[in-house]
C-alpha cells in the first residue's frame, strides 16, 4: 500500500467536503448526516460538525448486504443509531470508499426502512471507480476513479489511531 493522503491531507478533504454540505444546508430544509458504519459514520460526525448539522447518525448496513451469506457467522452486526426520524428530512449519507455501489444501495435500503427522507445525497471521501450499479456521489473527497487502484484504505482517528488513505495498483501514488 501507498500513501495518497495524511492526516493533514484527509483533514483538508474533510473540510472541502464540509464547505459543500455546508453550502447544501445553507439553502434551507431539515438536514441529518448518516455515516455508514464503520467509517462512514466518523466522517458523518466530522462533516456535520463543520457544517453546522445538529442531527447525526450511524447505519450498520451488515443485514442489508447482498452477500451477507458469504460472510455467514464471520458477519458483525453493530447497532444503527438514528435517533431522529427521517420523514421529509434532507439527508446526507457518508461512506468512506465507494467502488461498486453495493454498500451505498445496501445503505439505501436501511435508510428506507426508517423512514422516508425528502432526498438523499451521496458524500465519500474517496471514490474509487469500478461502478456495478447505477450509483454515482454527489461530494467526493478524492477521486481516485481513473488512477487504475486496487485496494483504497481509509484509516480514521479514532477507529485506526489515525487518519490516512493508502491505495495500492499502479498509479496509485502519483
Known amino acids: 500500500m501507498q500513501a495518497i493522503a495524511d492526516a493533514g491531507q484527509v483533514d483538508v478533504l474533510i473540510g472541502e467536503m464540509a464547505e459543500r454540505v455546508g453550502r447544501w444546508?445553507?439553502?434551507?430544509?431539515?438536514?441529518?448526516?448518516?455515516?455508514?458504519?464503520?467509517?462512514?459514520?466518523?466522517?458523518?460526525?466530522?462533516?456535520?460538525?463543520?457544517?453546522?448539522?445538529?442531527?447525526?447518525?450511524?447505519?450498520?448496513?451488515?443485514?442489508?448486504?447482498?452477500?451477507?451469506?458469504?460472510?455467514?457467522?464471520?458477519?458483525?452486526?453493530?447497532?444503527?443509531?438514528?435517533?431522529?426520524?427521517?420523514?421529509?428530512?434532507?439527508v446526507v449519507l457518508v461512506d468512506d470508499v465507494l467502488m461498486t455501489g453495493r454498500s451505498v444501495r445496501a445503505a439505501l435500503q436501511s435508510l428506507m426502512d426508517l423512514g422516508r427522507p425528502r432526498r438523499v445525497w451521496l458524500a465519500v471521501l474517496v471514490d474509487r471507480g469500478g461502478r456495478e450499479l447505477p450509483?454515482?456521489?454527489?461530494?467526493?473527497?478524492?477521486?481516485?476513479?481513473?488512477?487504475?487502484?486496487?485496494?483504497?484504505?481509509v484509516m480514521l482517528e479514532p477507529v485506526d489511531g489515525r487518519d490516512a488513505i493508502?491505495?495500492?495498483?499502479?498509479g496509485a501514488g502519483g
Open 25 to 90: 444546508v445553507a439553502d434551507g430544509g431539515d438536514w441529518a448526516v448518516i455515516g455508514v458504519k464503520r467509517r462512514g459514520d466518523e466522517l458523518a460526525r466530522r462533516l456535520a460538525g463543520r457544517a453546522g448539522v445538529q442531527r447525526v447518525g450511524a447505519l450498520d448496513i451488515t443485514l442489508y448486504r447482498d452477500d451477507l451469506s458469504e460472510i455467514g457467522p464471520e458477519a458483525e452486526v453493530r447497532a444503527t443509531e438514528v435517533a431522529f426520524g427521517l420523514d421529509g428530512l434532507d
Open 135 to 153: 450509483i454515482a456521489p454527489d461530494c467526493v473527497g478524492l477521486d481516485l476513479s481513473d488512477r487504475g487502484v486496487g485496494q483504497v484504505r
Open 166 to 170: 493508502e491505495a495500492d495498483g499502479k
